[in-house]
Each structure stands twice: as C-alpha cells, then as structure tokens.
C-alpha cells in the first residue's frame, strides 16, 4: 500500500479525478481516501512512479503521506 499527501484534494469531484487516474494505471486498485487529511491509500500493482506521473498528469502534485 502506497499513502499519497494530495493538498489540492477538497472535494467529491477531486475525489473522482483522482480514483479515474490510478484505476486507468489499474482497474483492480483500491481507493481508500481520507478528505479531512487530504490523503489516499493506495493498494495497486502499478507501480509508485507510475501513479505518481498519472495523479500529475490529472492535475494533482502528490507528496508521500
């Protein structure tokens, strides 16, 4: 499981942007989010670098949490 920091993270449609990038990488991933913290749990075969890239690429700077 990977934790990512996402400080632009506030909202449900934030939320859906960001579980559409990482099940693009991996339709099996699993998504467990914390909005109060801003963070995501992320369980995935892709790799770190990878969701990394595809969370920037959807418009969210991401720090490891």
């Known amino acids: 499981m990977t934790t990512f920091s996402i400080p632009d993270m506030s909202c449900g449609h934030c939320k859906a942007t960001v579980e559409k990038a990482i099940k693009t990488l991996d339709p099996t991933a699993s ?8 963070t995501v749990d992320v369980t995935s075969v892709a790799a770190v670098g990878a969701m990394r890239a595809a969370l ?5 700077d991401t720090a490891d949490a």
Do not use: E
């Open 31 to 38: 998504l467990d989010f914390d909005m109060a913290a801003r």
């Open 56 to 60: 920037s690429a959807a418009g969210y």
